[in-house]
């Protein structure tokens, strides 16, 4: 265990890499995907079900948690790890994100964001100083700057301002942060699809120094191909012994996409939020277990899955939870979901290591394509 | 293991029993609280973490069971058993409470009750020989006759027309059951808390002959007091080689002196409802999570009590997750309810065992009086 946030090159393939992040929560194999516990708990998850899955570290969302239950509060009760009953690390956003999606009245300036609550009004203010301090409060092991992201499509002159404006407030982020060798900040790259926009972007982080580069603002409406060719030009611009983060992303196949590209670090809402909705991930592709192919089906998920809750329950059983609407539904499907996600990245891990990524691709490519089991 | 359904009392101490019940799928130690699983599932709990509580026993609701995903297509896949993956017994009721409860355009005649589904208006007809058929399609190891239960008051006049309709049901019932060694039929007691219509419906009962006696028709709106005046009237009348059940019954203080006066198998979605409510039942009795007198409360539930649940989350997070309405708030506050009622008749089963079931009530009740923490 290190007490420094850390990070090493164990092996490249091609642009992917085999990395290891060490914190003094515990080290983080990558590339990593980190379950989201949005407000302090992964859904429908105990945290150890969760760890079993293969999780190295959760991610935390500072918009949820300033709001219920605060960040003094988490703070005053021994910040989120001891919270949750988490005690592996943890990285958070900055809440920009959320404040843009979710919250009401927003009023964005230099000094940064007030918004209204979408829960109850609550008039906040959200700067880059706040946000390292609400992030600190949580006692966050990977802290992020806050930034403005934009949905795609957007104006070059919209994304242009909205990169400019991140910089300056990474600039202060990283004042705000100081120094804290026990745990990383990470700054965003963002610049939406244009490639010179993001160079720029790239190089004023640089500058600054980070301890990891986030890739904000993709993911947010553009085509996947879009998401993957601003990925290949940008990653080869980012240092090579700093962890890469692509924010927000995603579906199976994006992973997959973005670990050839050279990036570290993924985290999603979408395996949970995917298994609450009926929708399980296996390495035969997605299936949806509301339809009433599988309501007489005795087969089980996936046979051969290390996944215990894939070989254990019935088809038609999960149908008949997802159909019901029962809590025992959605925590099962989020489990296997998660499962899922941790066994692609283990298995781009591995290849990586044996310069093999290239077929692991191809087959996990190939078995997608063949699909789930015919119906009986 | 034993081929055959079999009860056997191990110790008596005043009317109090500690008894075990054999069957093909595993021993009941009693007095036995059951899980409810009402379509499948104890909400919110996956089958081996309600094991973990201590339950040797569930039940499963026929009325769900019969509308989602239904007896013949559950019997296709196996039985309830291989369905739901619990392989320690079931017990199942006959549907009939659930018709008068949640069905709708209900129409009861002396062959049977016809309704519609509240879920989608589907027609439906219960009769005894269908409860029991459907039972046996579940595969339940303990089955119930249908039985007409009228909520209290009610007047005299319906109360015997409901008991011998309910006692004529059950000579049909036990037709229809035929010999089935394995399993087993409970007959059930009605008569509301007239102790002359109770008394001759257990003589009914008792001539036709069943496996076990239910007491159904109680906890349906009457005071404790007349609930516990009846059962303490009335299992003095039952065999005392066979297993007395209070159907649906109750709180914890319901069950402890549901012991005290003989009965020997309980259920209840008590439990697990209020854990999803918010409410968490310990040896200090019922405390409210909701209260935002936990907001700041970095306090576990109970230090010592011998559920981990109880000791590793601070009541601020089980506030927290209840106030967000987390998934995992519901399964965890339903493990810590169905571990403390485990808890609950275990102790008494100890107690009973040394002839000091007077002793356990009575320092049970005390800390019950006693109640939580006082706020920090």
Redesign the interface.
Known sequence: MSNTFSFGLLATDGMARRGRIDTPRGAIATPAFMPVGT???V????PEQVRETGADILLGNTYHLML??GAE?VA???GLHL???WQRPILTDSGGFQVMSLAKLRKLTEHGVTFRSHIDGTAYELTPERSIEIQTLLDSDIIMQLDECLALPAERREMERAMELSLRWADRSKAAFGHQPHRALFGIVQGGDDPELRGRSAAGLKSIGFDGYSIGGLAVGEPQEVMFRVLAELTPELPADKPRYLMGVGKPDDILGGIERGVDMFDCVHPTRAGRHGHVYTRFGVINLKNARH??D?RPIDVASPNANCR???R??LH??V??E???G???LSQINLSYYQELVSGARAAIETGTLGDFAASTRAAWVQGDLPPL
Chains 1, 2 share one sequence.
């Open positions: 407000v302090g708990t859904k429908a998850m105990y219920r239950p509060r005053a009760l021994g919270f949750m009953d309501k007489d005795p254990r329950f019935s038609a059983y008949h939870l159909r019901t029962e809590i025992l959605a925590m099962i």
